[in-house]
């Protein structure tokens, strides 16, 4: 993946809009009822359809809104408190948010070093996902560095256990997302899903699960089916994109959409599914449009 369209990228613009950002910003969750726009949907309902802010960048957030609600959906995934008030005016929902300080994907929760600094981001954030109705946060393990499997559960487990607290008070889910590190995330320690259950396991909380993102589990796992199905007590979110390539989820890729889809809903599975592939087709909103129908089944 081209590094202008990394994760990475777009998570540095939105800590640098964030920096400076107070609680008196934030709409109240009343403001999401204010919707002007008709949803003339034709979506079946049975999936929750949102979309990574980041992967369609390249659209302003209200024109990013603008499409969503022309698709007929009402949710986008990563976005953090200072946008909060733009996709309000749209009547949209922050379907999976990012806390309000330094979001790193590899300065995470296995270094006890960045623990005090990780703990306060969360812990100031919640009182204002709570403010603006939301309910879910992601997290990462961070990189390894050298460090092994079992330190890292460890202190992965220290860390997160100072903020559940925060999240059961206020009937909010943390989720730690899987990243490939083969390709995508060299390092990541959170690669693998029998690890991520593994510390699902350990903290024992049902305010903590994991993001189950697609695209990355192929990669680095495969057997997404069976592996969705056995462990769904544990995958509280999901993230599409095509294999190889992370593009569009369509005929060009190995991954049947369709199929994974009716596996999730069969879990009984009731929260959002948000594309995070990076549109290749000259047709980028059109890109957009199909792999929602493609997912709506």
Known sequence: ???????????????????????????????????????????????????????????????????VKQIGFSAIDLL??????????YGIYSSMCYHGG????????????FHDQLVKEYLDVFPLMVKAGYKDVICFS??????????????????????????EKNGLTVHMELLNSKIDHKDYMCDR???????CKRIDSPNFRLLYDIYHMQIDEGDVIRTIKQNVQYLGHYHTGGVP??????????????????????????GYVAQEFIPAAPDKVASLKKAVETCDV
């Open 245 to 270: 390539g992370r593009n569009e989820i369509d005929q060009s890729q190995e991954l049947y959409y369709p199929a994974i889809m009716k596996a999730i809903l069969e879990t009984g599975y009731k």
């Open 1 to 67: 993946m081209p590094k202008k369209h990394s994760r990475r990228s777009a998570i540095k613009s939105f800590v640098a809009g964030t920096a400076a950002l107070g609680t008196a910003a934030i709409l109240p969750s009343y403001a999401l009822s204010e919707n002007k726009i008709q949803n003339k949907s034709s979506l079946k309902g049975n999936i929750n359809h949102s979309v990574c802010q980041w992967t369609y960048g390249f659209l302003s957030l209200d024109d990013l809104c603008k499409v």
């Open 193 to 199: 899903t029998p690890w991520g259950v593994e510390l």
């Open 102 to 113: 330094t979001v790193s994907l590899t300065d995470g929760f296995n270094d006890k070093k």
């Open 142 to 167: 961070g990189s390894r560095r050298g460090m092994d499997d079992e330190t890292g559960l460890k202190n992965c487990v220290d860390g997160l256990k100072r903020i559940l607290p925060g999240a």
């Open 80 to 89: 953090g408190p200072k946008d909060w008030p733009t996709i309000q005016q």
